[in-house]
């Protein structure tokens, strides 16, 4: 039987350490404060925000909501970020993607300040990763880097394969994988023998955004899987790139969905706020 990876309960437990750091340092007088700007009312989004903002308030740091209007002009949101960059009380910025199509998401991303950047998504921290200077995670692939870790499945040395290019999963995925020194393939849609390149690995991350389209030929026997993916099923029920029940049974670990990867997106959102309190805290 394979180990079922636990993602709600790991995301929890890193939780529950955060918020006894934040007590720890609230004692010292630190505080941390999180702007969330959200520029629309996309249903899904909405959810997200609320989330964050949650689990904000659960491991005591202070959350401002921006809602913006779907209209709100591309200057109108740099300004705001502007101001946000400039103001000692917040530590952290989130603006929520995807943006209304008039607005330059690439633009904005390049206008929070690296210092507030707990998404990992400027320039400067993807340069950081891939250098290997302290700096913030894109939060998903730290995420999986934690559920690895703490299920004790070692990675170095490892073949790694990670199906997907994204500048938010794949990318900064393969940086960390081989920052714990795991030997790294990144496959795409132009991938040839993908099935072949899939089979390689010791531990497969997929990150390509099909519904259930891993399927156990893509698998070695006894790898480890883990499935960023998130769809609705032909029976509306939520499901991965992962045909889990296929997939599973000949895996040694395996992330469902949901209670997998989703978790620990926010957890480790909750870990770069945190790490803005412990930066200002060596400066101090
Ligand atoms: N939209 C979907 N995921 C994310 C995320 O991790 N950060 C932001 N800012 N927007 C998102």
Redesign the pocket.
Known sequence: MPHIINGKEISQQIKDELKAEVTRLAEKGRHACLAVVQVGNDP??SV?VNNKKKACAYIGIESKSYELAEETTEEELISLVEELNADDGVNGI?????LPAHIDEDRIIRTISPDKDV?G?HPVSVGRLWIGEKGFL???PAGIIQLLKRSGIAIEGKECVVIGRSN?VGKPMAALLLRENATVTVAHSRTKDLKEIARRADILIVAMGKKKFITREYVKAGAVVIDVGMHRDENNKLCGDVDYDDVAPVTSAVTPVPGGVGPM?IAM?MDNCVETMRIREEEA
Do not use: E, G, M, N
Request: glycine residues 0%.
């Open positions: 899904a989004s997200y989130l603006v929520q993607l995807p998404d998504f894109s939060c998903t938010i997106t959102l």
